[in-house]
């Protein structure tokens, strides 16, 4: 018999997340970016959209933004809420 997945296994990780990872780590880091493991996915979801709208301008991340749908961000905020 196979063993029953645990209700709170943390998800896997969405095929966009590499476009984050490499600035926004799941574990510390020397790049001076903000940790994004472990912060609520509204949150993490709100600062997508507003640097999507241009509400929080930014260097690069306001272009990077822009390229994701609310759907591809949705579960790159979930995967990164469950991360400790």
């Given at each position: 018999?196979?063993?029953?997945?645990?209700?709170?296994?943390?998800?896997?990780?969405?095929?966009?997340?590499a476009n984050?990872?490499?600035?926004?780590?799941?574990?510390?880091?020397?790049?001076?970016?903000?940790?994004?493991?472990?912060?609520?996915?509204?949150?993490?979801?709100?600062?997508?959209?507003?640097?999507?709208?241009?509400?929080?301008?930014?260097?690069?991340?306001?272009?990077?933004a822009?390229?994701?749908?609310?759907?591809?961000?949705?579960?790159?905020?979930?995967?990164?809420?469950?991360?400790?």
């Open positions: 018999m196979l063993p029953l997945a645990s209700a709170a296994a943390a998800p896997l990780p969405p095929p966009t997340i984050c990872i490499a600035c926004h780590p799941r574990s510390g880091s020397d790049v001076p970016l903000p940790r994004l493991a472990g912060r609520n996915a509204g949150d993490i979801v709100a600062a997508m959209e507003a640097f999507r709208s241009g509400v929080h301008p930014a260097t690069v991340m306001d272009r990077i822009k390229g994701f749908s609310p759907e591809e961000i949705a579960p790159i905020a979930k995967w990164y809420a469950a991360q400790k």
